[in-house]
T-cell receptor
Framework: GEDVEQSLFLSVREGDSSVINCTYT??????LYWYKQEPGAGLQLLTY?????DMKQDQRLTVLLNKKDKHLSLRIADTQTGDSAIYFC???????????FGRGTSLIVHP | EPEVTQTPSHQVTQMGQEVILRCVPI?????FYWYRQILGQKVEFLVS????????KSEIFDDQFSVERPDGSNFTLKIRSTKLEDSAMYFC?????????????FGQGTRLTVV
């Protein structure tokens, strides 16, 4: 079955880069997603990558996909205090329209 | 900007009581979902709903759970007889379609605490 794993916490200094990692088990994953949840808010789709891509860049966000190792990462350049949130990795596999989520990584940005 | 809204934001209930969690999806969306996240664990899919019926459900969604779209705007999740292990954050989501690259919009969640 599908499984998505992430570390629970990441602490970075303001201005540094953050890298949030995720591993998944299902090799038939077609789309992989990063969601952001700010305090008191819902899960907001940040970006997604299709499984035939290695990298996707969107302003300060860079998504890297290593399909061989089933490893997905989200890099946030020049991390700001407003980036403090929980970041969820999710995947959709070949036969399903329902994403499978990880448990989320709490990103803490300190001055 | 349209958004999914959930009420209440926090619900405390006694074990064995029935609870109804409410959601107002985005108005032109056709697919509706409930997820839950037990503290420290993964966000888990419960159920999806389309055209006034359940289209998919997980093993978690047993006979204690039911969903309903009682009118044109609300989408509810009912738990008939709550257990301590039902304590979790419950997220509602909606989407226009159900394709692979279709974005689902999530509400802010209802934190259910069963005591």
């Amino acid at each position: 079955g599908e499984d998505v794993e992430q570390s629970l916490f990441l602490s970075v200094r303001e201005g540094d880069s953050s890298v949030i990692n995720c591993t998944y088990t299902d090799s038939s994953s077609t789309y992989l997603y990063w969601y952001k949840q700010e305090p008191g808010a819902g899960l907001q789709l940040l970006t997604y990558i299709f499984s035939n891509m290695d990298m996707k860049q969107d302003q300060r966000l860079t998504v890297l996909l290593n399909k061989k190792d089933k490893h997905l990462s989200l890099r946030i350049a020049d991390t700001q205090t407003g980036d403090s949130a929980i970041y969820f990795c999710a995947e959709k596999t070949g036969g399903s329209y329902i994403p499978t989520f990880g448990r989320g990584t709490s990103l803490i940005v300190h001055p | 900007e349209p958004e999914v809204t959930q009420t209440p934001s926090h619900q405390v209930t006694q074990m064995g009581q029935e609870v109804i969690l409410r959601c107002v999806p985005i108005s032109n969306h056709l697919y509706f979902y409930w997820y839950r996240q037990i503290l420290g664990q993964k966000v888990e899919f419960l159920v999806s709903f389309y055209n006034n019926e359940i289209s998919e459900k997980s093993e978690i969604f047993d006979d204690q759970f039911s969903v309903e779209r009682p009118d044109g705007s609300n989408f509810t999740l009912k738990i008939r007889s709550t257990k301590l292990e039902d304590s979790a954050m419950y997220f509602c989501a909606s989407s226009v379609f159900q394709g692979k690259n279709t974005e689902a919009f999530f509400g802010q969640g209802t934190r259910l605490t069963v005591v």
